[in-house]
T-cell receptor, first 118, second 113 residues
Framework: DVKVTQSSRYLVKRTGEKVFLECVQDMDHENMFWYRQDPGLGLRLIYFSYDVKMKEKGDIPEGYSVSREKKERFSLILESASTNQTSMYLC?????????????????FGQGTRLTVV | GENVEQHPSTLSVQEGDSAVIKCTYSDSASNYFPWYKQELGKGPQLIIDIRSNVGEKKDQRIAVTLNKTAKHFSLHITETQPEDSAVYFCAIRGGNTGNQFYFGTGTSLTVIP
């Protein structure tokens, strides 16, 4: 059974703290993603990685950074947490797109980390 | 990022009725269109997907249609059941690498027994 595992389900952090959210996938996927989910706004892409040490900014990268030192692990870092970063964070992975006829190219999601910054 | 619009944001139907959710997108290069279901406290899970080389796909009570010319695709759920109650997201695969996923804002579906 394919799996994307996020290290924490719930986190409470103080304003100004450095926060690490960890994600591990066991499917040997090239692509990994971090999304933020807020009511009425859907899933917004924070950062995307298409290979080890490679990353691309998504739609809302401000206040976040990422690290991908190993293929299976993708970390999201909040350099100095703020209350407006209170949200649900979702990690996902997918295989690289190799043409329109390849099967099983969807994104697989973790359970999510609900982060509260106080 | 790529724009994906999803309607309606909330939908209530009687058990046994049909539900339809619609999405439009802007990236003409997108060739893969998945639909996800998210239950309370869980991450989104794929329920059906369609590729740009087909116009319709069906899996039991769920179907998806795609009009690539008009850049819209729809999810159809027939004979709805209470367990269909969840938040549904449409998505496209695109972006500058062709590997990013962009999501709609979600539809909260309630099936009334």
């Amino acid at each position: 059974d394919v799996k994307v595992t996020q290290s924490s389900r719930y986190l409470v952090k103080r304003t100004g703290e450095k926060v690490f959210l960890e994600c591990v996938q066991d499917m040997d996927h090239e692509n990994m993603f971090w999304y933020r989910q807020d009511p009425g706004l859907g899933l917004r892409l924070i950062y995307f990685s298409y290979d080890v040490k490679m990353k691309e900014k998504g739609d809302i990268p401000e206040g976040y950074s990422v690290s991908r030192e190993k293929k299976e692990r993708f970390s999201l870092i909040l350099e100095s947490a703020s209350t407006n970063q209170t949200s649900m964070y979702l990690c996902a992975s997918s295989p690289r797109d190799r043409g329109p006829f390849r099967l099983n190219t969807e994104a697989f999601f973790g359970q999510g980390t609900r982060l509260t910054v106080v | 990022g790529e724009n994906v619009e999803q309607h309606p944001s909330t939908l209530s139907v009687q058990e046994g009725d049909s539900a339809v959710i619609k999405c439009t997108y802007s990236d003409s290069a997108s060739n893969y269109f998945p639909w996800y279901k998210q239950e309370l406290g869980k991450g989104p899970q794929l329920i059906i997907d369609i590729r740009s080389n087909v116009g319709e796909k069906k899996d039991q009570r769920i179907a998806v249609t795609l009009n690539k010319t008009a850049k819209h695709f729809s999810l159809h759920i027939t004979e709805t059941q209470p367990e269909d109650s969840a938040v549904y997201f449409c998505a496209i695969r695109g972006g500058n690498t062709g590997n990013q996923f962009y999501f709609g804002t979600g539809t909260s579906l309630t099936v009334i027994p």
